[in-house]
C-alpha cells in the first residue's frame, strides 16, 4: 500500500511538473515541493532538492524541443545563467538554515499564485517586440535579474522558472516561445546545480521518490513541450495555469483538513 501511494503521487508530481515545464518553463518545484511534503511526509528541504533533480532532464529534454522548433535563444540566455548559477548555490544554502515549515508553506502558496497569475494574466509578447530590445538592457537586466531568479530558486525552488518567463517577456522583451525556450535551457543547469547544493548541504533523498519524479516529470515535459511549440501562447498560459490553480487547491484543502 505504501509503494502504491508513492507511485501515485509521484505521477501526479511528475504530471503536473512536467506540463509547467514543457508549457511553461516553470520550475517543477512549484508542484513537486508541496505535494512530496504535503502527501508522503517529506522533509521540506530534500523536497526540493528531489524537485530540482526532477527539473534538469525534464527542462533538457524540454530545451532540445524548442531549439528543434528555432525557440531558443542560447547566446543571450548564457549571461542570465551565469547570474542564476551563482546564486542558485547562495539561495540553497541559506535556505538549509531557514525553518523548515517556512519553506513548505511558501511552495504551497507559489502554486496556487502562479496558476491564477497564468489565468488572468497570459504572457503575450512578439517575436518584433523582441528583436526591438537594447543590447544594453539585455545585459543589464540579464544580470540584476538572474541573480534574484538564482537565490529564488536555490532558495526554494519555486517561483524560479515562473519569474524567469516573466523577466524574458516583460522586462527583456521576449516572444512567449523564445522565453519558455531559453527559461527551460537555463533552468537545466540550475536545477543541476540547485540539487548538487541541496545534497550536500542536506540529507539524501529517498531515492525510489526521486528516481519516480524524475521519469514521471521528464515523460510529460517531453509531451507538453511538443504540443507547446504548436500551440497559440494564450493557449499555453491557460492550460498550466487551470492545472496549477486545481493541484494549488487540492494541496490546501489537504493540509487543513488533516
Not at 549571461?79 to 542558485?88: P, Q
Not at 536545477?191 to 540529507?203: E, N, Q, V
Amino acid at each position: 500500500m505504501k509503494y502504491l501511494i508513492i507511485v501515485i503521487v509521484t505521477f501526479f508530481a511528475g504530471m503536473g511538473a512536467g506540463i509547467g515545464t514543457g508549457f511553461a518553463g516553470m520550475s517543477a518545484a512549484a508542484v513537486i515541493s508541496p505535494m512530496l511534503i504535503t502527501f508522503l511526509g517529506v522533509e521540506p528541504y530534500t523536497a526540493v532538492g528531489i524537485a530540482l533533480a526532477s527539473d534538469v532532464l525534464a527542462s533538457g529534454i524540454s530545451a532540445y524541443t524548442y531549439k528543434r522548433n528555432k525557440n531558443l535563444d542560447i547566446k543571450n540566455g548564457l549571461l542570465m545563467m551565469a547570474a542564476v548559477l551563482v546564486f542558485t548555490v547562495i539561495g540553497s544554502f541559506v535556505s538549509s538554515i531557514v525553518p523548515s515549515k517556512t519553506m513548505g508553506g511558501f511552495s504551497t502558496f507559489m502554486t496556487l499564485i502562479l496558476g491564477v497569475k497564468f489565468i488572468l494574466k497570459p504572457v503575450m509578447t512578439t517575436k518584433q517586440e523582441m528583436e526591438a530590445v537594447s543590447t544594453r538592457k539585455m545585459v543589464l537586466g540579464s544580470l540584476i535579474c538572474g541573480s534574484l531568479i538564482g537565490f529564488i530558486c536555490g532558495f526554494i525552488g519555486a517561483g524560479g522558472g515562473m519569474m524567469m518567463l516573466l523577466i524574458l517577456t516583460s522586462v527583456l522583451g521576449y516572444e512567449l516561445k523564445t522565453a519558455v525556450g531559453t527559461s527551460v535551457f537555463i533552468m537545466t543547469f540550475t536545477a543541476l546545480t540547485g540539487a548538487i547544493s541541496h545534497f550536500s548541504f542536506g540529507d539524501k533523498p529517498d531515492l525510489l521518490i526521486m528516481g519516480l519524479c524524475v521519469a514521471f516529470t521528464l515523460i510529460w515535459a517531453r509531451i507538453s513541450a511538443v504540443f507547446a511549440n504548436k500551440a497559440k501562447p494564450e493557449t499555453l498560459n491557460r492550460a498550466v495555469g487551470a492545472v496549477l490553480v486545481i493541484l494549488g487547491i487540492v494541496i490546501l484543502v489537504f493540509e487543513y483538513a488533516v
